[in-house]
């Protein structure tokens, strides 16, 4: 547990977060997941899916998406069956599908990301989603420049749940693991932090409580806005 969670009497299990104090001093870094926790693209991941994979003679359900969404999309293709050799194909076909979405941002979550540089907080955006997808969204959401690193699944040879993306983004920031947090809404999301040595927030509804609490995380949050109103205290500063 890094000192300035310790002197908060913030609690840490297996570098998660289970309890926050407005009073504790800040992280130095807040990186950030996109996917259902910044906007909210799962049904749009659903769409694009089932859409890729009929190509490939596949047919996703809901009933299958809702009880096995994962970032980690070479983890789905193998639980389907998909060929190995083809996952290259299957992923850019998926991908020309969520170029055309046009996700929106979740409640409150710029205004909280915002906040939190206006404290002094560093921010990153660290995503299994490829460049593609997301670079030209952060424009259109008015969140272009808003963080301050940024790492793409293309941008590594291994993503989430690997934890390369996140220490290149940490150490572009000039911060260490142990001093940020990593905010997701998915296990994945939690494996990376683990393996990075950063604290993890649970957010969101993609994954259910339940499931996070059977890896050990202790508190989720309805969204990055109520995370960060409870670190900051409501208001506008």
């Given at each position: 547990?890094?000192?300035?969670?310790?002197r908060?009497?913030?609690?840490?299990?297996?570098?998660?977060?289970?309890?926050?104090?407005?009073?504790?001093?800040?992280?130095?870094?807040?990186?950030?997941?996109?996917?259902?926790t910044?906007?909210?693209?799962?049904?749009?991941?659903?769409?694009?899916?089932?859409?890729?994979?009929r190509?490939?003679?596949?047919?996703?359900?809901?009933e299958w998406?809702?009880?096995?969404?994962?970032?980690d999309?070479?983890?789905?293709?193998?639980?389907?069956?998909?060929?190995?050799?083809q996952?290259?194909?299957?992923?850019?076909?998926?991908?020309?599908?969520?170029?055309n979405?046009?996700?929106?941002?979740?409640?409150?979550?710029?205004?909280?990301?915002?906040?939190?540089?206006?404290?002094?907080v560093?921010?990153?955006?660290?995503?299994?989603?490829?460049?593609?997808?997301?670079?030209?969204?952060?424009?259109?959401l008015?969140?272009?420049?808003?963080?301050?690193?940024?790492?793409?699944?293309?941008?590594v040879?291994?993503s989430?749940?690997h934890?390369?993306?996140?220490?290149?983004?940490?150490?572009?920031?000039?911060?260490?693991?142990?001093?940020?947090?990593?905010?997701?809404?998915?296990?994945?999301?939690?494996?990376?932090a683990?393996?990075?040595?950063?604290?993890?927030?649970?957010v969101?509804?993609?994954?259910?409580?339940?499931?996070?609490r059977?890896?050990g995380?202790?508190r989720?949050?309805?969204?990055?806005?109520?995370?960060?109103?409870?670190?900051?205290?409501?208001?506008?500063?």
């Amino acid at each position: 547990m890094s000192r300035r969670l310790a002197r908060a009497g913030a609690r840490a299990v297996d570098g998660t977060i289970t309890s926050v104090s407005s009073s504790r001093p800040l992280p130095a870094a807040a990186v950030f997941d996109w996917d259902g926790t910044v906007v909210d693209t799962i049904p749009m991941i659903y769409r694009a899916n089932v859409a890729a994979l009929r190509d490939f003679g596949v047919t996703l359900t809901r009933e299958w998406y809702r009880a096995n969404y994962t970032p980690d999309w070479r983890r789905s293709y193998t639980e389907l069956g998909i060929p190995e050799d083809q996952w290259d194909a299957v992923a850019a076909r998926w991908a020309e599908e969520m170029r055309n979405g046009r996700p929106r941002a979740l409640p409150w979550a710029r205004r909280a990301i915002r906040r939190l540089r206006g404290r002094g907080v560093r921010v990153g955006l660290v995503t299994a989603s490829t460049r593609n997808v997301v670079e030209h969204n952060l424009g259109r959401l008015n969140l272009e420049g808003v963080f301050e690193a940024i790492r793409y699944a293309d941008d590594v040879a291994r993503s989430k749940p690997h934890p390369d993306a996140l220490l290149e983004a940490l150490d572009e920031l000039g911060v260490r693991p142990e001093d940020s947090v990593y905010v997701g809404d998915t296990t994945v999301d939690l494996e990376m932090a683990r393996a990075a040595g950063a604290p993890f927030v649970a957010v969101g509804r993609t994954t259910s409580a339940d499931a996070f609490r059977s890896h050990g995380v202790g508190r989720v949050w309805r969204g990055v806005g109520a995370w960060a109103d409870d670190l900051l205290g409501p208001g506008t500063g």
